[in-house]
């Protein structure tokens, strides 16, 4: 069936470092590419998505760059905070499910200060 | 305006018992989906209902596992004769069926769910 990986599992950095968060997903008619924080006991809420036709979206420090070719696509986040330490989820959409989406398992990322 | 709301927030019950945790979608979307998240883990897609089509039930991991949406609005998530691996957090999200994001979802605060 569709997956979607997502590496690493978790990440540490240093405040004012960039981080990187990649996934790969399996399901060639996905278009829409979304990305989720999830704080600690909060709901995902969602941060930037992309879709197919375009290879790369920004906003204000967060990009996410798209790979149709090599079905992979990644999360940006430059100049890091302590606040920006949470869970990101990747997705993809699950061609011809008409809105359905498959997430990966989850980065764990902590900027330290 | 509102967002998702579930309740409980927080339910704790005895092995055997049966639960019924609820979901409020936003006003108008057409789409609910339901997931449950162990501790720590990841998002485990359980059951997606968009409109008036059956509902993809793929996720669901066992026959104790059921869920309605009545009037294509509220939806109760059922998990007859809890187990203790029953004990996650219940997640709700909804979507819109229109315009360019209608694959968004916007999640519900969850519902913490523990099994003794």
């Known amino acids: 069936g569709e997956n979607v990986e997502q590496h690493p599992s978790t990440l540490s950095v240093q405040e004012g470092d960039s981080a990187v968060i990649k996934c790969t997903y399996s399901?060639?008619?996905?278009?829409?590419f979304p990305w989720y924080k999830q704080e600690l006991g909060k709901r995902p809420q969602l941060i930037i998505d992309?879709?197919?036709?375009?290879g790369e979206k920004k906003d204000q420090r967060i990009a996410v760059t798209l790979n149709k070719t090599a079905k992979h696509f990644s999360l940006h986040i430059t100049e890091t905070q302590p606040e920006d330490s949470a869970v990101y989820f990747c997705?993809?959409?699950?061609?011809?499910?008409?809105?359905?989406?498959?997430f990966g398992k989850g980065t764990k990322l902590s900027v330290k200060p | 305006g509102a967002g998702v709301s579930q309740s409980p927030s927080n339910k704790v019950t005895e092995k055997g018992k049966d639960v019924e945790l609820r979901c409020d979608p936003i006003?108008?979307?057409?789409?609910l989906y339901w997931y449950r998240q162990s501790l720590g883990q990841g998002l485990e897609f359980l059951i997606y209902?968009?409109?008036?089509?059956?509902?993809?039930k793929s996720g669901l991991p066992s026959d104790r596992f059921s869920a309605e949406r009545t009037g294509g609005s509220v939806s109760t998530l059922t998990i007859q004769r809890t187990q203790q691996e029953d004990s996650a957090v219940y997640l709700c999200?909804?979507?819109?069926?229109?315009?360019?994001?209608?694959?968004?979802?916007?999640f519900g605060p969850g519902t913490r769910l523990l099994v003794l």
């Open positions: 209902f968009q409109g008036n089509s059956a509902p993809d």
């Open positions: 992309i879709r197919s036709n375009v």
């Open positions: 999200a909804s979507s819109p069926s229109w315009g360019r994001v209608r694959e968004t979802q916007y």
């Open positions: 997705a993809a959409s699950i061609g011809g499910s008409q809105g359905n989406l498959i």
């Open positions: 006003s108008g979307h057409t789409a």
């Open positions: 399901d060639s008619a996905s278009n829409y």
